[in-house]
């Protein structure tokens, strides 16, 4: 069982930014990959970004590809999503996955493929 807690959420400006962080506890040495998804009001939870944990490749949506930075810190078993230049769309629940096996660059979008997730994190951008 791996356990995720967020944090860093928060209220921001348009065009500001925010870091969320995202530790991992339990049996980590099972991860292989860590994502991070957003769900706004009525809609589906979407991929954001992912992070392979043995190699550190990373993939991005679209929608934040040049803006949203993940990035890991292996000895604290913890991954970040460092989030600039933020967007009114950008407003969600942000939730920090986990999953035992490394994927494409299209699997990795799935959210069904992830086994451990947190509580999420509110993110808040005004306009």
């Known amino acids: 069982q791996v356990q995720l807690e967020e944090s860093g959420g928060g209220l921001v400006q348009a065009g500001g930014s925010l870091r969320l962080s995202c530790v991992a506890s339990g049996r980590t040495f099972t991860i292989d990959t860590m994502g991070w998804f957003r769900q706004a009001p009525g809609k589906e939870r979407e991929f954001v970004a992912g992070?392979?944990?043995?190699?550190?490749?990373?993939h991005y949506a679209d929608s934040v590809k040049g803006r949203f930075t993940i990035s890991r810190d292996r000895a604290r078993n913890t991954v970040y999503l460092l989030m600039n230049s933020l967007k009114p769309d950008d407003t969600a629940v942000y939730y920090c996955?986990?999953?035992?096996?490394?994927?494409?660059?299209?699997?990795?979008?799935?959210?069904?493929?992830?086994?451990?997730w947190g509580q999420g994190t509110q993110v808040t951008v005004s306009s």
């Open positions: 996955a986990a999953a035992p096996s490394s994927f494409t660059a299209t699997a990795i979008r799935d959210r069904a493929l992830f086994n451990s």
């Open positions: 992070m392979r944990w043995t190699d550190s490749s990373t």
